[in-house]
DNA sequence: CCACATCTGTAGTGAACACTACATATCTGG
DNA sequence: CCAGATATGTAGTGTTCACTACAGATGTGG
């Protein structure tokens, strides 16, 4: 029994690609055929490797939550509650207005609101907001206990103003907001973090 | 020359309706018989009134943004720019999520992201919430010239931090979230304006 | 009551969509 | 070199979409 034919592309090269589309145009606005022609593959060969359209997707999302939570390890190695908010904030700044990817964030682009037949999907997406989320209620948390936040404070209130933010971020920047702009908000929105740090 | 059968639908209670149908699925995820059969008429007559799709669409945005004036004129009507805010994102937390209403904001869910045919759909929905940031803007200048927020404050910066975090809440709202968790948000992202006040 | 104008319901239109049947090509194991 | 297994390209499938032609209904002005 041999084992068939050999894949002739690379699935995480394709998953790039597929990744750019749906961040550009959300799971609805992307069609079979600028996906396919964006992977450089056919039809069949996009559904014998990801079953269907939201199995790409979700895919895509795979990808895209593995590398961001490289960059999101980084974030919540900071010393201070602060300094997370901050490196966090400032980081989606630059990273959402970066000229090498679509404006925004795929999380947020994918899909807000969807019709009959891809309800699931905005579910899909902010079930992976959500881990950002608790990785960061986790660190403040920890923050908390080490006196860095104050005793009053509420990690997880914390970590779902910190998430909110940088969602709200990712639509400005998806309308055109520039980099400056962005910059401005995570630095007002970090003072609010100040606020409930002892040494405030 | 007579002047032809008169309408037997009210347009503005029609148009309430494709507004609910617009924020619970979307632009692109509405479909024309879900908005026709909400509204209680036909295409032809959908199609007469509107124009087309996005002319239903604008003219839904036109009705949502003017009920929504209304409220923000009361908002900017607080005394400081600290209840400004508190007023702001409070109202929103509650309003977000009232089972009245689709979860979430109707600029927001309308459409993030678009396919080719409906590009400017995003533009259309910034560019109301864009009017809500330049009313905040004003209110917070006049707050700077009266030595209610502090002499180094931007309040241009001031006002796209408080609308993203009105976004991001949105969008929170419609993925699940309940009005204590957005009270939350709210409560925290105060802070950052009471930073900004000269009696914080 | 008639000419004219506008609305309404029925019943479609062509286009675009996600997805697939099928023949062919390229591999492995024996 | 053959048999089995999987991938590929061509060329579709049925469905759903936004939108509309058309005939009949309902109004106004003369």
């Known amino acids: 029994m041999g084992m068939g034919r050999p894949r002739e592309f690379d699935a995480d090269t394709a998953l790039d690609q597929a990744m750019e589309v749906f961040w550009r145009h959300g799971y609805e606005g992307a069609t079979i055929a600028q996906l396919t022609e964006a992977m450089g593959i056919n039809p069949p060969s996009l559904y014998a490797c990801f079953g269907n359209k939201e199995g790409l997707l979700k895919a895509a999302l795979d990808r895209y939550t593995k590398l961001r939570g490289v960059w999101m390890d980084e974030v919540v190695a900071a010393s201070t509650a602060r300094e997370v908010a901050e490196r966090m904030l400032?980081?989606?700044?630059?990273?959402?207005?970066?000229?090498?990817?679509?404006?925004?964030?795929?999380?947020?682009?994918?899909?807000?609101a969807c019709g009959?037949?891809?309800?699931?999907?905005?579910?899909?997406?902010?079930?992976?907001?959500?881990?950002?989320?608790?990785?960061?209620?986790?660190?403040?948390?920890?923050?908390?206990?080490?006196?860095?936040?104050?005793?009053?404070?509420?990690?997880?209130?914390?970590?779902?103003?910190?998430?909110?933010?940088?969602?709200?971020?990712?639509?400005?920047?998806?309308?055109?907001?520039?980099?400056?702009?962005?910059?401005?908000?995570?630095?007002?929105?970090?003072?609010?973090?100040?606020?409930?740090?002892?040494?405030?």
């Open 90 to 112: 400032m980081g989606i700044a630059d990273k959402q207005t970066d000229p090498a990817n679509p404006p925004g964030c795929l999380l947020v682009q994918g899909g807000i």
């Open 116 to 200: 009959t037949g891809s309800e699931n999907v905005p579910f899909e997406l902010a079930s992976r907001r959500a881990q950002n989320e608790d990785q960061l209620r986790d660190r403040f948390i920890r923050a908390k206990a080490e006196g860095d936040l104050k005793r009053t404070s509420d990690p997880a209130a914390l970590a779902r103003y910190v998430s909110a933010v940088a969602v709200g971020m990712g639509v400005m920047a998806s309308s055109g907001a520039d980099r400056e702009a962005l910059r401005q908000v995570a630095s007002v929105a970090v003072q609010a973090v100040e606020a409930q740090s002892e040494r405030g």
